[in-house]
Structure formats: C-alpha cells, structure tokens
C-alpha cells in the first residue's frame, strides 16, 4: 500500500480535517499526520504551497495524488478502499449515499453565520459568552429545524456514516456552548461524539489562539 499523509490544522479545530482523520482512523488505514500552522501562514510557503493544488488543509497525500477539499478525500478514500474489506463510512445505497453527500454538501455552504459566531474554538476549546446576533439565531434555528427532521434514530441512515458525524459537529457548536438545543439532538450528538475516531481527535493537545 502507498503511504498516506494527512495534512491538517496545527491546532486540530478544523471540523474537515476532522471528517478526513475520522475517515482514515475509521478505515483503519496507517498514515502519517502532518500540521500546518495556519496562523503562522504555512499554508502559503513551501513545501506545503507546492503539495496542493489550493494550499487548503486538510490534505491528502497518496503516491502521487495530492488532494483537498474535505468531501472530495471522504469519497476518495471509500472507492479506494471500500467496504467489506474496510469500514464503510458512506451509506451503501444509492439513494441513501446522494442524501448523505446532500447533508455534507448542505453544512459546508449553509449556515455562515452560525459557523461565524460559534466557531469550533467553542466545540475543542472553550465557550463564548458572546450572545448569538439575530443573523446567527435564525442559523441555529435553520440547523435545528432541519437537524429535527433528518434525525429519526440512533442514525441517519440505519447505520453509521460520516455524515452523523458531520451533523453532530455542527450541532455541538450550540451544544458545547451552552445554547439551547431540543434534548433529542442533544442526545444524538452525544452519541456520535462518543466514537472512538472523534474521541482521538478531542484529544489531541490544542494551543490558545493566537500563542
């Protein structure tokens, strides 16, 4: 097998750096994880500016193909390495595969203004005592309207895929801070944040902001 390479965020709060490192730690494959740190530019100098084609993290090295965008390496990694063989983290059904595709594609281009007032500082690191503007109160109540009809079990489609992960992500930037989400969201978050791949990912040493 060619070697795997992970490039992801110094301070490991980018929630698609996450997706992909869950993906990997998932599958069980081996690879190397690399950081760059964003704060300090690293991502615009070399070598990390020549691996890629956007100097974006998180990003995937294998052999010869160097690949951003989060959603892109999910399903990359699930058509190189596909189930049986290793973890599915894709539904296995066509229709159910195009609505978890719709629910990544969704929290990556929606809800600006919740993402902007409740970044994953408040998820990996800590609170925010600033109340959420108008703009970012009708973002959480788009999420949880829609959160309250996609979650219908344990699951969104039977069994586990990134997407629940994904969905939990967002969900535990109101949770984890505090604001008010219905206590079956809360629950289903919960369980999702409770897989050992995301626990491996809280875990990792985080510095303050700007240290």
Not at 49 to 68: K, M, Q, S
Not at 84 to 98: D, E, K
Not at 164 to 179: F, K, Q, T
Request: proline share 6%; glycine share 6%.
């Amino acid at each position: 097998m060619q070697e795997l390479i992970l490039y992801v965020d110094s301070r490991f709060t980018s929630p698609w750096a996450l997706s992909v490192f869950q993906t990997l730690t998932e599958k069980q494959l081996p690879f190397i994880l690399n950081t760059v740190d964003l704060e300090k530019g690293e991502q615009h100098q070399a070598p990390f500016r020549h691996l890629g084609l956007t100097g974006r993290v998180p990003l995937l090295v294998h052999g010869d193909l160097a690949l951003a965008e989060s959603s892109a390496i999910v399903e990359y990694l699930e058509e190189a390495f596909p189930p049986p063989a290793w973890q599915a983290v894709l539904p296995a059904g066509l229709a159910q595969r195009a609505c978890a595709r719709q629910v990544q594609a969704w929290l990556r281009s929606d809800l600006m203004a919740l993402r902007a007032e409740r970044s994953t500082e408040v998820v990996f690191c800590a609170p925010t005592a600033t109340p959420l503007t108008a703009a970012g109160q009708a973002a959480a109540e788009r999420l949880i309207g829609i959160a309250e009809r996609l979650v219908t079990g344990e699951h969104l489609f039977g069994e586990w895929c990134i997407a629940d992960s994904e969905l939990a992500l967002v969900l535990n930037r109101l949770i984890l801070n505090g604001d008010p989400v219905p206590e079956r969201l809360k629950a289903y978050a919960a369980a999702q944040w409770q897989r050992d791949s995301v626990r491996q990912w809280v875990a990792k040493p985080r510095a303050r902001a700007g240290a």
